[in-house]
């Protein structure tokens, strides 16, 4: 692989990246406010037909970008009515306004446009063009340039503005969260409630503005994808998207700047996913690495109870028996022969390791203590 | 507590949520310029006034009843289990390799191995989720919702590699053996003399194993040892571990008896209707069951109804989609509604009816 294929993988791995940064900072904010969120999904499915829709009918994209927050903050508020004024379920709340954004955005576009629960395709107008840089190279000469000039042109410029605002939402989010007292009040509210009303601040007032942050980021994720990843809405597009950054949220531990690295890391995987359909790798590598998994689940539990064995040693067990039969099946090629890795593999690549993290084996991630929970004042 | 009676928290507060569901959607079907009565017309039509619209109506019937317990044993013990759609799919994988690979005399006996094999699946793919949860503390509801992903991946992987035919172009196995078909309903109905009921509807045997995992789950929830600590754990942790119930035993336990009962919705889908392992065969399944449970209050008998529910709305929701322009997705947004009103927004409608119930009180 050539320089220039790795910058084009990592320039994908940015825009593949962007509509998840937004969303994880958006449940960053709401989680850090103690409001659980797994409705990021459909936000951003709502966001992306709302954006599509009013862009495709107006030619405007700003117009699109507005309507596209307009539709997640609808969602938010509906999310805040339910977990913070009502006191109910966040979770339950969030998997209501998911279906909610699945149903409508299919239903209403299909009135609307009649396409078959799609936008028109967006034509220029409509769209966020790619923004080129300041003396970058156009993309036909680009390899003919120099590394450096290379690495600016394509990796650095040519993305959408969205992309630019997504990065510099990381800076923002870390400077409103760390360095303001509204950060302050918000980490405190999802830590103890009752401390920050004690202090005579609104923690209704506070979860609602996390809440309503969350549903401007989600939008702008959503706008996003329909205008500027892609030309126009298409049903579902938003594809586990708002699962994936929840994932990232807790792989980054609800930190602003691990959210950036993890939502690269993922993206990345996305990229790696679209450009190379074959994988080839060693089967020894293959089957040594499944079998070192195995065996070191099987020094891990050697000391455990009885639960820890069953299921840790199982696990242990079906990874070395995944290894053997690589193997065997093998042994006629070779043992240096390749075999391509399975592409559902890096597909399921950001799932496995949220749950790894999730697992604590590598470091713990700990979420807000109050983080689900509805304040109830004391009377 | 105490300010309703009881009938009025358990069929007042659904009913009005339902009720409040339904007006929105009709305001839906009214926005998009169809008669939201000659809609309803329609999917009494097709569904309750045809044979074999009863008989697609059981068929999504089944999937939601086993998805639907599924989500209320995990509710019992206080945990949200987001997992359905993904332990259904590794009970399809369950039932797929029950029926390939095992030469299976007669169906009665296949359908044995097929709710054991998928079962199994569905309680591994529960286990591990609840052994993070109990052993690690991570997070049910996020595990169970990225081990959906990870399932979808798994069933992919099968699907496109080892269990295709040679040959074949489509994601899916071989046909199972004629020996392990389960009749239908069209089968056991012309078997009893009535030749042209339920024509080529997809409702099977699996029907009657659905209604059996009701009656096993009502047991088992308020008769057995064990569901009395599942309740007592749901009810408060640290009062159920002061009584001496361990709370790893129980997450573990309630846990991988819903991955059961979601896995053995592939029985009905798989080795019932399609006869082989299909991708998607889920449909969605597994998330209706949650609009299930929060709608039935979690008890079986509650469970069956709002099934019969969702499967009329399943069915009536294709007749629309066939003979108007109203989508199918607006079965979704019913689903979204009912969890919304049922399951996020209850204190809007248990509030005026406490109110009102207590008004009533002090009159009387």
Known sequence: MDFLTLLQVLDSSLRLATPLLLACLAGLFSERAGIFDIGLEGKMLAAAFLSA??????????????????????????????????????????????????GLTVVISQDWFGQGGR????????????????????????????????????????????VYVALLMVPLTWFVLYKTRFGLRLRAVGENPAAVDTAGISVVGLRYAAVGICGVLCGIAGAYMATALQAGFVKDMSAGRGFIALAAL??????????????????????????????LLPAWVMSGVLLALGCGLFAYVRNKTVLDRIVLGGLGLGLAIVATLITLSNLSAGLGSTIKIPVVFIQSLPYVLTVVVLAGFVGKAIPPRSGGVAYVKEK | MGVMPKWADVV??????????????????????????AALKLMIEGTLLRSSGWGYMLYYTTNFIFTGLAVSVAFHAALFNIGGEGQAMMGGLGVALVCLFIPWPHWSFAIIGASLG???????????????????????????????????????????????????????????????????????????????????????????????????????????????????????????????????????VAMM????????????????????????????????????????????????????????????????????????????????????????????????????????????
């Open chain 2, 257 to 364: 008896i819903s991955g059961a009962l979601s896995g053995m919705m592939a029985i009905n889908t798989t080795q019932g209707e399609s006869e082989r392992l299909i991708l998607n065969f889920t449909e969605g399944a597994g998330f209706i069951g949650i609009a299930v449970a929060l709608m039935g209050r979690s008890h079986p008998l509650g469970v069956l109804l709002a099934a019969l529910l969702f499967g009329f709305l399943y069915q009536g929701g294709a007749e629309l989609a066939l003979w108007t322009k109203i989508p199918r997705e607006l079965i979704v947004v019913i689903q979204a509604l009912v969890i919304l009103f049922t399951g996020a927004l209850t204190l809007m409608v248990r509030g005026p009816l406490e109110r009102l119930f207590l008004s009533l009180r002090r009159r009387g």
């Open chain 1, 119 to 162: 936008t028109p395709p967006l034509l220029s107008g409509g769209r966020f063009e790619p923004l080129n840089l300041p003396g970058a190279v156009p993309a036909k000469e680009i390899s003919q340039a120099g590394p450096f000039m290379q690495l600016y042109s394509e990796l650095l410029s040519g993305h959408s503005l969205l």
């Open chain 2, 118 to 252: 998928a079962a199994v699946f569905g309680m591994i793919w529960a286990g591990l989720p609840a052994y993070l949860q109990a052993k690690r503390g991570s997070h049910i509801v996020i595990t169970t919702i990225m081990f959906n992903f990870i399932a979808a991946g798994v069933l992919n992987f099968f699907l496109v590699g080892a269990l295709k035919p040679k040959g074949s172009m489509d994601p899916a196995t071989a046909n199972f053996p004629a020996s392990t078909h389960l009749p239908t309903f069209e089968d056991m109905a012309s078997l009893m003399g009535f030749e042209k009921m339920f024509r080529a509807a997809p409702a099977n045997v699996s029907f009657f194993l659905a209604l059996v995992a009701c009656v096993l789950v009502w047991f088992l929830i308020w008769r057995s040892p064990l569901g009395y600590e599942i309740r007592a754990m749901g009810k408060s942790e640290p009062a159920a571990r002061y009584a001496g119930i361990g709370s790893v035993k129980i997450i573990m």
């Open chain 1, 250 to 279: 807790i792989f980054a531990k609800w930190r602003p700047w691990y959210a950036l690295g993890a939502c690269l890391l993922f993206g990345f995987f996305f990229a790696v996913d679209n450009r190379f359909q074959n994988i």
């Open chain 1, 53 to 102: 829709a009013i862009a495709a009918a107006t030619g405007s994209v700003w117009l699109g970008l507005l309507a596209g927050i307009g539709a997640s903050l609808l969602l938010s508020a509906i999310h805040g009515l339910a977990s913070i004024t009502l006191r109910g379920d966040q979770i339950i709340s969030g998997v209501a306004i998911n279906f909610l954004a699945a």
């Open chain 2, 12 to 37: 007042l507060v659904p009913l009005i949520s339902l009720i409040i569901a339904a007006l929105l959607s009709a305001l839906l079907i009214l926005a998009i310029g169809e008669s939201p009565v």
